[in-house]
């Protein structure tokens, strides 16, 4: 199969994922010695809006163990995804976990050093949704 044919194919693939467009938009990309546990990663994406827009039956079949089975098998995070003991920056991880990315920090925190008032809030509430 030609090289062209793969990437088109792919892309199509992960533009189709709503999951991986939720980590894509919810954690970027940084060096691999950073990572993050997938316990967190599940707790996060449980109080996400995609999670409680599945349906009561998709809820309950995708408990931790379902998720880490569909991360450890994903066409992109498989490659991230690590389980068993490893020597992290001096200290001995032992948990499933995916490396290369990080939380990502929204942008209204990264230009304040205080915190929105009520006011900037609310404007922000009103924003039509897409």
Sequence with gaps: MPERIK???KQYV???DEMYSWVIETYEPTDDKVFVKLKDIFD???AS???SNLTKLERRNLNKTA???LIS???VLKKQFRNGPAKIAGKTVDNERIHGLKLRVPNMILRRSRLP????LEKLENLPSF
């Design 14 to 16: 992960l533009r189709s």
């Design 73 to 75: 098998h994903h066409i």
């Design 117 to 120: 008032t009520m006011r900037e």
């Design 49 to 51: 809006d995609l999670y």
């Design 7 to 9: 990437n088109l194919s």
């Design 67 to 69: 998720f880490s089975e």
């Design 44 to 46: 996060l994406y449980k």
